[in-house]
């Protein structure tokens, strides 16, 4: 009998999952990132790790910001959608987002409150920028938090 980790974890992704829907690919791994607080440039030093799951057909990941949260995140294709439909979890909230592409970067878009937005602006083979937007009412992104990964 398989352990959990075993049957949960997938060593590649699903060959049903189309390459260019394959957004978040490059993320697979483990990551130590920067978070920075715009409001107030306060930094915190943490861990992101990355794996396929549930047959090659999403990605789970952990995020570990010492003494802020610790979270993780299930990504699922939708095949019906053409997009991936998210949960993140943390002690005491989850939260729903739908992603898509646009250009060169994918956009999270929170389901219960569209104006809430995570963004990945730039994933690379060793480093990417994540962003925590609001959009204001004249259509503004503020961004309030930056995230800066480097492969580990």
């Known amino acids: ?70 979270g993780t995140t299930l990504r699922v294709y939708n095949p019906g959608t053409c997009a991936w439909d998210i949960a993140y979890c943390y002690t005491g909230k989850i939260m729903r987002f739908e992603a898509s592409k646009r250009d060169d970067i994918i956009v999270l878009t929170n389901i219960e409150d569209e104006k809430r937005k995570w963004v990945f602006a730039k994933i690379e083979d060793n480093n990417f920028h994540w962003q925590d937007v609001i959009v204001k009412d004249n259509g503004e992104w503020h961004i309030n938090f930056d995230l800066y990964a480097q492969r580990i």
């Open 1 to 70: 009998m398989q352990s959990f980790l075993e049957t949960l974890t997938s060593e590649s992704k699903n060959v049903e999952l189309p390459e260019e829907f394959n957004y978040f690919g490059k993320l697979i791994g483990s990551w130590k990132i920067d978070y920075i607080d715009n409001s107030n440039s306060h930094s915190i030093k943490g861990e992101w790790h990355f794996s396929w799951v549930l047959d090659g057909m999403a990605i789970q990941d952990v995020i570990i910001l010492p003494g802020y949260e610790y």
